[in-house]
């Protein structure tokens, strides 16, 4: 027997399924269609843009979105079996991957896997993007901040991010687009500096 306040909510768990039903059956649908995501989740960043200019604000909750799509970027560029960014800071700790090669198994390179997916990181990103502009239309979140200062800080963390990145994926990848950065000698791979 359900308890007698859950027969007054019921309607409501009803509503949100239904609709979590539909938006989950309608993203799906857009899966064979990468373009036109991407160019939905750009307008919808654009716009975002566009009222954050009009506005004069919500610096926190901009910052926030920008952190939380260099976040995605991240786990979309990072290889899957790469050990985290934060791992690589202890360097007595670190060695590479050693893949072990059957002798029936081609020596062919697999592709890449990655950590996220394309479609879950345009579904996570275009959903950042929604909840931001939602934000933006309460003064509730717009905090008083000096801005100045918030983007120094995001344009120091993407460049380290990148730069971490970029250490990893040399020293865990071994891509032609490297040979741009890396040097072989012998068997060796030096970074160019």
């Known amino acids: 027997m359900i ?14 399924d239904n609709v979590s039903r539909k938006v989950r059956t309608r993203t799906e649908q857009y899966i064979l269609f990468p373009t036109q995501r991407w160019v939905i989740t750009a307008a919808l960043f654009l716009i975002y843009i566009l009222r954050i200019y009009a506005v004069g604000g919500y610096y ?24 985290d960014l934060e791992d690589e800071d202890d360097e007595e700790n670190m060695q590479l991957p050693i893949h072990q090669t059957q002798e029936n198994e081609s020596s062919e ?20 993007v929604i909840i931001a502009l939602c934000t933006t239309l ?13 983007l120094g800080y995001f344009i ?23 040979d741009l ?3 072989d000698l012998g068997g060796r791979r030096i970074i160019k500096k």
């Open 3 to 16: 308890p007698e306040e859950d027969n007054k909510l019921r309607p409501l768990f009803d509503l949100f």
């Open 60 to 83: 926190v909750i901009s910052y926030i979105l920008g952190l939380y799509v260099l976040h995605l970027i991240v786990q979309f560029l990072t290889p899957k079996g790469i050990p």
């Open 109 to 128: 390179p697999k592709p890449l896997t990655r950590t996220v997916s394309e479609f879950h990181f345009w579904q996570d990103a275009t959903k950042a």
């Open 138 to 150: 309460s003064r509730l979140f717009d905090l008083p901040v000096f801005w100045p200062f918030l």
């Open 156 to 178: 120091f963390l993407v460049a380290i991010t990148v730069k971490r990145l970029m250490r990893s994926c040399l020293l865990y990848t071994s891509d032609a687009a490297d």
């Open 181 to 183: 950065l890396c040097v």
